[in-house]
């Protein structure tokens, strides 16, 4: 055995640079939590093989330092070995609920029967091939929108977005008759430039609202006809709108209508019309007679539109396609369609919680909350227990091991509740409960052991002064 190197590990001058490390590493995670989440950090940082030998290598110190002083004898050392030990026990039960450990959230409404599915950390990527095989693995999204793996049963992660629309536009190509327009309408004084499909098909885009009036779209046979729609919509002079107006051949016609007055016409590709709503233009860009929908998803930098995660993949054969979040996807290949979605991660308890009450104290004279309490029902049908319990902030619940606590609430929905849901074995938490013991005894040992020994040393023991006083009476 090489003593010199097991001396150094345990010496001063190993644990000094260590324990700088770690102490800048935790200063560092702790700043870069607070611009990319917990989460990241977690898997990054303290979960990673890195940081976890870091950690090793200062329980080896401890160890270390804490044995090459035995036997221990005396206060100092007494409580330098058990305060080292107290510090060993609490790395392994800290390292222990980082890696074993499982938390969650458990959304819960008054008006639903119970939910029994918590929202764990992270992120699942499942994936279906034509074939049949199947694979579902735990993803990882990086701070720069990288993920982690890179492919899933062939399919290659190409990247993420925060935010993202569905958008709907059409296509020639379609196997029946399926008249669409696109249409450009344009404010230059407004600084709008708005583009809007109208087709035959589906009937939601015959007829859409859009900025000051409704646009929509009429298939008639003949341009008599047509004139004839005209004449009518002449007469509706009670809203603003703009009416496209198509004839079995193919031939366009438009009638529109605001405060400015009625008016008609013949409808050309890229010839602008005046609307008459304000500085308005209605220009048709584009005409499909056999249009078929395309929907796809678009990443998009606006957060005023409401959008949802989603992940952009490839497939083998060079098909990309985003996937939303929470939403199944099918992606066309030659050999049929591969299924795909992006999903949260799930975890199901061996119980059910449905929230029977939610209330909301608040301060005497004024609005402000003051306390919000979730009153619950444990329903766990395997061992036939219903149990109803009250949680509120700083006083969870335990059942069978799990720690049931008052997370958050909704202000605009006081029927609704969110509760935290954690579970860790129990040689955890003694690990660490006995090493903040043992730290606690093994300070107060080495600072205030040899003045106790002295208080002590002025008072003879019970046993002593039997024995003298029995001397004497003898």
Request: no cysteine; net charge negative; charged share 20%.
């Amino acid at each position: 055995m090489n003593m010199p190197l097991i001396r150094f590990f345990g010496s001063i001058q190993f644990a000094v640079p260590l324990l700088g490390s770690i102490a800048a590493i935790l200063v560092g995670a702790t700043i870069y939590e607070a611009q990319v989440g917990s989460s990241v950090v977690q898997h990054l940082i303290y979960k990673s093989p890195w940081f976890g030998m870091l950690m090793f290598l200062l329980a080896v110190n401890l160890s270390i330092s804490a044995l090459t002083r035995y036997p221990w004898r005396g206060s100092r050392k007494v409580g330098f070995a058990l305060t080292h030990i107290g510090l060993v026990l609490i790395i392994m039960g800290s390292a222990g609920v980082i890696h074993l450990s499982l938390e969650g959230m458990l959304p819960l409404r008054e008006d639903e029967v119970g939910n029994y599915q918590i929202r764990v950390e992270g992120d699942l990527l499942e994936v279906m091939t034509p074939e049949g095989e199947r694979e579902q693995r735990d993803i990882f999204i990086r701070p720069d929108g990288s993920i982690s793996p890179s492919s899933v049963l062939g399919v290659s992660l190409l990247g993420y977005a925060e935010n993202t629309v569905k958008t709907v536009s059409f296509e020639d190509g379609g196997k029946v008759a399926n008249l669409a327009l696109r249409l450009r309408l344009s404010s230059e004084r407004m600084g709008q430039d708005v583009e809007q499909w109208l087709a035959f098909a589906p009937l939601s885009y015959r007829r859409v609202s859009l900025g000051p009036a409704e646009l929509g779209l009429m298939v008639v046979e003949s341009e008599e006809e047509a004139q004839e729609k005209i004449a009518e919509l002449g007469k509706d002079l009670g809203r603003n709108y703009f009416e496209a107006i198509a004839t079995s051949s193919g031939k366009l016609y438009y009638a529109t209508h605001s405060a400015q007055g009625f008016q008609s016409g013949i409808l050309m590709a890229h010839q602008p019309i005046s609307l008459g709503w304000a500085d308005f233009e209605m220009t048709l860009e584009e005409q499909l007679t056999h249009a078929q929908i395309d929907r796809q998803i678009v990443p998009v930098g606006d957060r005023t539109l409401q959008g949802s995660p989603a992940i952009l993949v490839e497939t083998e054969t060079g098909t990309q396609q985003w996937l939303p979040w929470g939403e199944p996807t099918a992606i066309p290949t030659p050999d049929g369609e591969i299924l795909a979605a992006f999903t949260p991660k799930l975890f199901s308890l061996p119980f059910q919680i449905a929230l029977q009450d939610f209330i909301v104290e608040r301060n005497e004279g004024s609005d402000s909350v003051a306390m919000w309490t979730s009153k619950i029902q444990i329903q766990d049908y395997h061992q036939q227990v219903s149990s109803d319990r009250t949680v509120w902030m700083n006083h969870p619940t335990w059942y069978q091991g799990w720690k049931i606590a008052q997370a958050s609430w909704n202000p605009g929905d006081l029927r609704q509740s969110t509760l935290q849901v954690k579970r860790e074995p129990l040689w955890i938490t003694l690990l660490t409960w006995t090493g903040s013991a043992l730290v606690v005894v093994g300070i107060g040992t080495m600072f205030y052991g040899k003045t106790i020994q002295k208080i002590l040393s002025r008072y003879p023991s019970p046993a002593v002064s039997l024995g003298e006083n029995n001397l004497v009476e003898n």
